[in-house]
């Protein structure tokens, strides 16, 4: 079957330390997005990318990384920059130009400070 | 800057009874999407909205969509406490290629029995 795959499914970051989530899709989706969720909020575009070797910042960069080398990958890092990095973090993807179809969700990697 | 606001925020309901969720947006869009949360889990799709008038139905749930009032619904009707999860709206920036998505802050349904 399809899917998005996230791992891991929990984190623990100590203070300093950088840590990389990852995002797998089998989906042949051309975009592939990561979103940060805070409890009882919305989602957060964190980046988001269109292409292989390409993307883009959504509203709330600062402090995290993505690469996409491949595009069936999406890994984020939450740099020591990132000053309150616990959160739920969800991974998407959709097809580029295709609006009937939603975007699928990841089952998330919950991240916490130790 | 395109922002969605979702309300009821939070909402008690007993079984049985209907209720509708509103989902208002500033700027024009032409997408709209509900997505069903339950606890800790992930996002699940539940209806994609694309034209003025769009109605899709499943199940005890209906979505709308008017994109003159920029104004979404998602009515429950005589709801059971399989319902209970986060529902949030998510609206697509017009004219987007990329399908970017701005969300609402979620209603949270609790159904009682």
């Known amino acids: 079957d399809g899917g998005i795959t996230q791992s891991p499914k929990y984190l623990f970051r100590k203070e300093g330390q950088n840590v990389t989530l990852s995002c797998e899709q089998n989906?042949?989706?051309?975009?592939m997005y990561w979103y940060r969720q805070d409890p009882g909020q919305g989602l957060r575009l964190i980046y988001y990318?269109?292409?292989?070797?390409?993307?883009q910042k959504g509203d709330i960069a600062e402090g995290y990384s993505v690469s996409r080398e491949k595009k069936e990958s999406f890994p984020l890092t939450v740099t020591s920059a990132q000053k309150n990095p616990t959160a739920f973090y969800l991974c998407a993807s959709s097809f580029l130009v295709s609006p009937n179809q939603p975007q699928h969700f990841g089952d998330g990697t919950r991240l916490s400070i130790l | 800057e395109l922002k969605v606001e979702q309300n009821p925020l939070f909402l008690s309901m007993q079984e049985g009874k209907n209720y509708t969720i509103y989902c208002n947006y500033s700027t024009t869009s032409d997408r709209l999407y509900w997505y069903r949360q339950d606890p800790g889990k992930s996002l699940e799709s539940l209806f994609v909205?694309?034209?003025?008038?769009a109605v899709k139905q499943e199940g005890r749930l209906m979505a709308s969509l008017d994109t003159k009032a920029r104004l979404s619904t998602l009515h429950i009707t005589a709801a059971v406490h399989d319902l209970s999860a986060t529902y949030f709206c998510?609206?697509?920036?017009?004219?987007?290629?990329?399908?970017?998505?701005?969300f609402g802050t979620g209603t949270l349904l609790a159904v009682q029995p």
């Open positions: 990318s269109q292409i292989v070797n390409d993307f």
């Open positions: 998510a609206v697509a920036y017009y004219g987007g290629a990329t399908n970017k998505l701005i």
């Open positions: 909205l694309l034209s003025n008038g």
């Open positions: 989906l042949n989706h051309d975009a």
